[in-house]
C-alpha cells in the first residue's frame, strides 16, 4: 500500500476503492458536552510490526473537559476514533495511549508534539499506512503534508519544502501562506510518500511576511515507543 501513497491527492479512487490518506479525531467523553467530532487530523502508521494511529499532542486543548491539566484523560474519556470525513462509517478505534502521562502538564507549545495510541480492532483496508523515511532529508528537498482544514469536506495536500530543522529539534518548512487550522495532527511526507513528521506548530509570521511551519520529527515518535518497550520491560 505505501507505494501507491503518492499518486493520489487525497481522495482519488483506485477502481471502487478509495484511499483514505488522513483522518479526522472524533472524541467523544462521559459528559458529552466535551466532545468534539473535529479535534484535529491524525493518520495511522506502521512500526515495527504494530499500527498506531497518531495525531498532535496539543489537539487536546481541544478534546477535553474542564479537570483535564495533564497529558491524561483521568477517566473521563469515553472514546477516541480516528475518521474518514469522506465516509463517516469508516473508523479506527483508538486502544492505548501510549505517552498518556498525569505528571506531564498540558501546555502550549507542548515539546514532542506527538499523541501516539495503540490500535483497536480491525483496520479497514481502505486506510493508508505509512512507514517512517530511513534517512536524513536534505535541505531543499520536496515535501508535502496532509490535513483537513475545520469545516472543510474535502482534505488538503499542501507542497513545500524542508528549510532545516529548528533549536527544537523539529522541522522547518516551506510552505504557502494558508489557513491551516484543524490540519493539526496530519502526516507530513516526502516524495516517495515515507513519513518524516506531524503537522503541529504554523502561523503567519507577518512582520517577516512569511508562513512559520514547524512539524515536529518523527524522532520523537521513536522516542515515545522507545519509552513505552522500556517500561514494559522494566515491569517484566
Not at 472524533?26 to 494511529?53: C, I, Q, R, W
Not at 490535513?147 to 529548528?166: H, W
Not at 504554523?202 to 522507545?226: D, L, R, T, W
Amino acid at each position: 500500500m505505501i507505494k501507491y501513497l503518492f499518486l493520489f491527492i487525497v481522495g482519488i479512487t483506485f477502481g471502487q476503492a478509495q484511499l483514505d490518506s488522513v483522518l479526522v479525531c472524533d472524541v467523544k467523553f462521559k459528559d458529552s458536552k466535551f466532545d468534539n467530532p473535529h479535534a484535529g487530523s491524525a493518520f495511522l502508521m506502521e512500526y515495527e510490526g504494530k499500527t498506531y494511529a497518531c495525531t498532535a499532542k496539543h489537539v487536546l486543548f481541544f478534546a477535553k473537559t474542564d479537570s483535564m491539566k495533564t497529558i491524561s484523560f483521568g477517566g473521563d474519556l469515553k472514546s477516541w476514533s480516528f475518521v474518514s470525513k469522506t465516509h463517516p462509517s469508516i473508523a479506527v478505534k483508538a486502544g492505548k495511549l501510549i505517552n498518556e502521562n498525569p505528571e506531564e502538564p498540558l501546555t502550549m507549545p507542548p515539546k514532542a508534539d506527538w499523541l501516539v495510541f495503540e490500535t483497536s480492532g480491525a483496520i479497514p483496508e481502505n486506510i493508508a499506512r505509512y512507514e517512517l523515511r530511513s534517512s536524513p532529508l536534505t535541505e531543499g528537498e520536496a515535501v508535502s503534508f496532509l490535513g483537513y482544514p475545520y469545516n472543510n469536506e474535502k482534505p488538503i495536500q499542501v507542497q513545500g519544502k524542508f528549510a532545516g530543522f529548528t533549536e527544537d529539534g523539529n522541522l522547518s518548512l516551506d510552505v504557502p501562506k494558508g489557513t491551516y487550522n484543524g490540519c493539526s495532527g496530519g502526516p507530513v511526507l516526502d516524495a516517495q510518500g515515507k513519513l518524516v513528521g506531524l503537522v503541529s506548530m504554523g502561523y503567519y509570521n507577518q512582520k517577516e511576511a512569511k508562513m512559520v511551519f514547524e512539524p515536529s520529527a518523527i524522532h520523537h515518535f521513536q522516542s515515545i515507543i522507545k519509552n513505552e518497550h522500556n517500561n514494559r520491560n522494566t515491569k517484566k
